[in-house]
């Protein structure tokens, strides 16, 4: 069964870029997550997908960052205009039920 | 909203020691506890996880003990290898403001260093 995968694996980009970050989760699981860590910081959630709609989107910082998943499979998170503060490593995760969550490798982000 | 606090926050043992990893919580509600390892460049990945009806599982050489009355869980490693050596997250799941609990709290991270 194949894990987690995101893409790309690094990005460096400019202040004011866009960006975009894939998650492809494992093959039946329903429930997507968006998690951030930031340099010595822990691993913070951003937001949570039940299949195509947003069933937690608390986390998200501000309106720069855009998540969606068009027909429930794979997700996409668009950071508009990226900012400095916004480098770190994003992490996507899946789930079939509440618990366990299964982690993609991440996406290395860095805004200069 | 939860808050995870893990110590230490790095942990340097012999091979063959034991290791122990330490996390609190806050929110009494908070009923899954799962513990993630991070090798260098890779993502967390579950080593073990407990429920709040359970107060101690094992796997071979890891296992978590959990106190629900002291919001209080631990992660053990015995007979460390060095393969053993990364990142070691505790989490906790919380509830939202619809009662949703998917969403996962993290601690800090203790970076474990197994010395040949």
């Known amino acids: 069964e194949a894990g987690v995968t995101q893409f790309p694996s690094h990005s460096v980009i400019e202040k004011g870029q866009t960006v975009t970050l894939r998650c492809d989760p494992i093959?039946?699981?329903?429930?997507l997550y968006w998690y951030r860590r930031v340099m010595g910081k822990e691993i913070k959630f951003l937001l949570h997908?039940?299949?195509?709609?947003?069933?937690?989107e608390s986390g998200m910082p501000n309106n720069r960052f855009l998540a969606e998943r068009t027909g429930g499979t794979y997700s996409t998170l668009k950071v508009q205009p990226a900012e400095l503060e916004d480098s770190g490593v994003y992490f996507c995760?899946?789930?079939?039920?509440?618990?366990?969550?299964?982690f993609g490798p991440g996406t290395r982000l860095l805004v200069l | 909203g939860e808050n995870v606090e893990q110590h230490p926050s790095t942990l340097s043992v012999q091979e063959g020691d034991s290791a122990v990893i330490k996390c609190t919580y806050s929110?009494?509600?908070?009923?899954?506890f799962p513990w993630y390892k991070q090798e260098l460049g890779k993502g967390p990945q579950l080593i073990i996880d407990?429920?709040?009806?359970?107060g101690e599982k094992k796997d071979q050489r890891i296992a978590v003990t959990l106190n629900k009355t002291a919001k209080h869980f631990s992660l053990h490693i015995t007979e460390t290898q060095p393969e053993d050596s990364a990142v070691y997250f505790c989490?906790?799941?919380?509830?939202?403001?619809?009662?949703?609990?998917?969403?996962?709290?993290f601690g800090k991270g203790t970076l474990l260093t197994v010395n040949p």
């Open positions: 989490a906790a799941n919380s509830y939202n403001s619809g009662g949703s609990n998917y969403k996962l709290t």
């Open positions: 093959s039946g699981h329903d429930n």
């Open positions: 929110d009494s509600a908070s009923n899954y």
């Open positions: 995760a899946s789930s079939q039920t509440v618990g366990t969550q299964y």
């Open positions: 407990i429920r709040s009806n359970v």
């Open positions: 997908f039940v299949k195509e709609s947003k069933q937690d």
